[in-house]
């Protein structure tokens, strides 16, 4: 197999950081427990298709990008790292792929980030129509876990995601591929980095913050992060304070509302997909400065509102992103004791 570069960088840092990660080899035939069902593997999947941009980067960090014959549902680019070595991936879709396109690369396995693409109502195909070829079905616990899925869509977080559910992912996967060195390695880097973003805002506390996801039309109501998503995780772990409360994961929220909730610090997704004039970043900013209620909003006033990446607000990996530069946006704000 080969060990891309960027690859073998992160396991000597996440070594060097935590001391050298050591795990069991899996001992076929492996079961686990994943959303409700259970899955048996006899040996390490060769071919594997991945929706959604959470699993196709835990492969790529795992050095498992050579099993990836296809991929889909894409917010934005991979991290440069992984550039290079996605480059002869087919990209199945944008978004949501067709059962056919799926199974015309032949895989022996789908990894799918959300319920919503491989599902009971799938909008790609169920678990049962993947089986029915002999292809297994594993659902990332990112989307299953303390989440409420039975009303389609996006579903509903019913308790707060942790980085628990993402260690977990990356666990499972490890197992399934036998290559759980690398899996504990990765867990290590991820949790050192996290705690050396935390030690950098320490004297951070109560800062009052904003999330903003879209909007369908940018000056009507706006998708910003309640209590229960990666936002919440975030703010959580840096002893900041979402302004909005709220049990839905990502509510719809009105600019009046938002204003007199006076956040200090606003932070902007920003995204590759266009189906929102919200989804674009430079059409936040132009709001944010130039309407007459938001305006008024402290942190833009001060210009204390930033870029950062959507898939960092989505549970993910780069949920660890997301907190150094919350982190590092608070010290440079001026927003330390």
Excluded at 86 to 109: C, H, Q, T, Y
Excluded at 110 to 127: I, K, N, R
Excluded at 183 to 204: N, P, S, V, Y
Excluded at 294 to 319: C, D, E, L, W
Aim: aromatic share 8%; glycine share 8%; proline share 7%.
């Amino acid at each position: 197999m080969k060990i891309y570069p960027a690859f073998a960088a992160l396991l000597v840092s996440s070594s060097l950081m935590s001391g050298a990660a050591q795990a069991n080899p899996t001992d076929y035939p492996l079961t686990i427990e994943n959303c409700g069902r259970t899955l048996v593997f006899e040996e390490p999947p060769e071919k594997v298709v991945s929706l959604g941009q959470a699993v196709h980067e835990i492969l790529f960090a795992l050095d498992l990008g050579d099993r990836i014959a296809g991929t889909a549902v894409w917010l934005g680019p991979l991290p440069e790292a992984f550039q290079a070595a996605n480059a002869g991936i087919p990209r199945l879709a944008d978004e949501a792929p067709g059962f056919e396109s799926v199974v015309s690369v032949k895989p022996s396995l789908v990894l799918t980030e959300f319920e919503w693409h491989v599902g009971p109502q799938g909008a790609v195909g169920t678990p049962g129509q993947f089986a029915d070829l002999g292809i297994q079905t594993w659902q990332a616990p990112m989307d299953c876990t303390g989440k409420d899925n039975s009303s389609g869509g996006n579903g509903k977080r019913i308790e707060p995601f942790t980085m628990d559910q993402v260690y977990h992912a990356i666990t499972d996967l490890a197992a399934i591929f036998d290559v759980q060195d690398r899996g504990a390695a990765l867990i290590a880097g991820l949790k050192a980095r996290e705690a050396a973003a935390i030690a950098r805002a320490a004297k951070a506390k109560d800062v009052p913050v904003l999330f903003w996801f879209t909007s369908p039309e940018i000056d009507v109501d706006a998708s910003v992060a309640g209590s229960n998503g990666a936002p919440a995780y975030m703010l959580s772990s840096l002893s900041a304070r979402n302004v909005i409360s709220s049990d839905d994961e990502w509510p719809w929220v009105s600019w009046e509302t938002i204003a007199r909730s006076g956040p200090s610090v606003i932070v902007l997704a920003g995204m590759d997909r266009r189906f929102n004039q919200g989804d674009d970043a430079a059409n936040k900013i132009a709001f944010l400065t130039r309407d007459p209620v938001a305006s008024q909003i402290p942190a833009v006033q001060a210009g204390h509102y930033f870029v950062m990446r959507a898939k960092a607000m989505n549970p993910s990996m780069r949920t660890i992103d997301g907190i150094e530069e919350l982190a590092d946006k608070i010290v440079e704000f001026g927003l330390t004791q």
